[in-house]
Nanobody
């Protein structure tokens, strides 16, 4: 059974930075896709960024140029470097893995104060 464990959320002022990490336990094959989604209060969960095991990336328009997704395949870990954070980035951020199923982390809160 694959489990995803996220870390790195917190409270930051607008303009600041945070690094989220997500480690997948268990044996994971390729190809696969890992990524990040977020859900703000009263809104639907939305894609933030994804990265394939071949390092192809995809970003939401709202985060392009500010966020960078990366991964370490040897550690089954995906990262999200978030720079120039805005109050509208405030949400619970969820890690996602697609490989023989669709797996989700428990979520980590990111709060950006103005």
């Amino acid at each position: 059974q694959v489990q995803l464990v996220e870390s790195g959320g917190g409270l930051v002022q607008a303009g600041g930075s945070l690094l989220l990490s997500c480690a997948a336990s268990g044996s994971i094959g390729r190809p696969n896709v890992m990524g990040w989604y977020r859900q703000a209060p009263g809104k639907q969960r939305e894609l933030v960024a994804t990265i394939t095991s071949g390092a192809n990336t995809n970003y939401a328009d709202s985060v392009k140029g500010r966020f960078t997704v990366s991964r370490d395949n040897a550690k089954n870990t995906v990262y999200l470097q978030m720079n120039s954070l805005k109050p509208e980035d405030t949400a619970v951020y969820y890690c996602n893995l697609i490989w023989r199923g669709n797996y989700w982390g428990q979520g980590t809160q990111v709060t950006v104060s103005s």
